[in-house]
């Protein structure tokens, strides 16, 4: 593809890499068919190859306004497309870029600064969120059925594993995870113990900072990840493996930490190597503890974030049917289901809709339950869900334990 960058945006390192990804792009289309809103919705404008043209005539300095915000809203930005792109086109990147910008040439309104705003604030806050959270659980009973739906339930943990291995992992904390559910990261603890490895949790650490970033407020994306570089670099120092995230959104980030700071002079270095220690929880177990589990039927949902951003694909599935369970087969399963971060709050309808579309598909082949490994699809799915859902390392140290895995 061509391109002619304003004088605006030539000369910016974002701009030259927004160059240099726009060029790679042959318009050949294959992006459309893996588009989960395209699928929705038939329109060119959304779906990967109409949203390069958007940010394309942005950057060269063309009008932009509501209707180009519009259409790279709807985006997921799940990066289904990247798994089909045979240039590797990375859309993702151009995506954050053209958002930047539009962004920046035609302010959005007040109200939606606002709202995004609080967004960042709430979410990114464990503290504020894990308040508010009470709140929300205490006057659940008197709310109406969908919103009262949309509040998950609490949900126990058990024992976190004293460290007692010379090989030890650290753990991303992160924002909402620890309060929703908090069994999570304690499971993963009790399966890597089983392995030989000791899961530790650094002081000081928290959100991964991808809530923010994509939501356009990278200033506090950066300062929550220099804070969780600065935390983890003294058991880095001292040796530490690998820093794990459980929730693969987060994972996709974390291993991102070293190009968001390729320029910054004190944390490059330093976010170079946490990215290149950052595993998916997937990475690092493996299912050689396991009990038999015969008989039993789930269905695994594969995060967008797993599968598309991490590049990541049967590794979950191969650790589950090696602790002896039968996956059933998921039509679509490469499609969305509609969580994306903070989509599912400020695209309800498009996400609703893909909701009902994967719900279906994984409900199918009739399994006991619904498995993920992302926390924000856990939380999706469990809105509408007939069937219990949980994430795979809960399952897992379930089977490891002979013990129930359900979290409420």
Same mark, same amino acid.
């Given at each position: 593809m061509q391109t002619r960058l304003a004088d605006? *945006?030539?000369?910016?390192?974002?701009?030259?890499?927004?160059?240099?990804?726009?060029?790679?792009?042959?318009?050949?289309?294959?992006?459309t068919a893996t588009c989960p809103t395209y699928q929705l919705l038939g329109d060119e404008l959304d779906g990967p190859r109409g949203r390069i043209y958007l940010i394309k005539q942005a950057l060269e300095g063309a009008p932009v306004g509501p209707s180009t915000r519009l259409h790279l809203d709807r985006c997921l930005t799940c990066r289904s497309c990247e798994t089909t792109c045979p240039s590797g086109v990375r859309y993702g990147r151009l995506l954050d870029i053209g958002r930047s910008v539009v962004d920046e040439r035609a302010p959005r309104p007040r109200l939606d600064r606002l709202s995004r705003r609080?967004?960042?604030?709430?979410?990114?806050?464990?503290?504020?969120?894990?308040?508010?959270?009470?709140?929300?659980?205490?006057?659940?009973?008197?709310?109406?059925?969908?919103?009262?739906?949309? *509040?998950?339930?609490?949900?126990?943990?058990?024992?976190?594993?004293?460290?007692?291995?010379?090989?030890?992992?650290?753990?991303?904390?992160?924002?909402?995870?620890?309060? *929703?559910?908090?069994?999570?990261?304690?499971?993963?603890?009790?399966?890597?113990?089983?392995?030989? *490895?000791?899961?530790?949790?650094?002081?000081?650490?928290?959100?991964?900072?991808?809530?923010?970033?994509?939501?356009?407020?990278?200033?506090?994306?950066?300062s929550r990840m220099r804070a969780n570089i600065d935390a983890w670099w003294p058991a880095i120092e001292a040796g530490a493996g690998a820093v794990v995230a459980t929730s693969s959104a987060c994972a996709e980030m974390l291993k991102d930490y070293g190009e968001r700071f390729a320029a910054d002079r004190t944390h490059a270095e330093k976010a170079a190597r946490v990215s290149a220690l950052a595993r998916d929880a997937s990475e690092v177990v493996d299912a050689s503890e396991a009990r038999p589990a015969q008989g039993r039927r789930i269905a695994f949902h594969s995060p967008c974030t797993l599968q598309h951003g991490q590049q990541i694909r049967g590794r979950v599935e191969g650790v589950l049917e090696a602790a002896g369970l039968e996956l059933a087969p998921v039509a679509d399963a490469h499609l969305c289901c509609g969580s994306a971060g903070t989509y599912s709050i400020l695209q309800r309808g498009l996400s609703g809709r893909l909701l009902a579309n994967k719900l279906a598909a994984l409900g199918a082949g009739d399994p006991e339950r619904i498995v993920t490994a992302n926390i924000g699809c856990l939380l999706h799915l469990e809105s509408a869900a007939e069937r219990p859902v949980l994430h795979w390392l809960e399952l897992l140290d379930e089977i490891q334990s002979g013990r129930s895995a359900d979290p409420k």
């Open positions: 605006f *945006i030539r000369d910016r390192a974002e701009g030259r890499e927004a160059d240099a990804i726009l060029r790679k792009c042959v318009h050949c289309g294959f992006c609080a967004l960042v604030s709430l979410l990114g806050s464990r503290r504020l969120f894990t308040f508010l959270l009470a709140l929300g659980r205490a006057a659940r009973p008197l709310l109406p059925g969908p919103l009262r739906r949309r *509040i998950p339930p609490p949900r126990r943990a058990r024992r976190w594993p004293a460290p007692r291995h010379r090989r030890t992992m650290l753990c991303l904390t992160g924002c909402v995870q620890p309060a *929703i559910a908090p069994g999570i990261d304690a499971a993963a603890a009790r399966v890597l113990d089983r392995q030989g *490895i000791s899961l530790l949790r650094a002081p000081g650490s928290g959100c991964c900072g991808a809530l923010a970033w994509h939501l356009g407020a990278h200033d506090e994306a950066l």
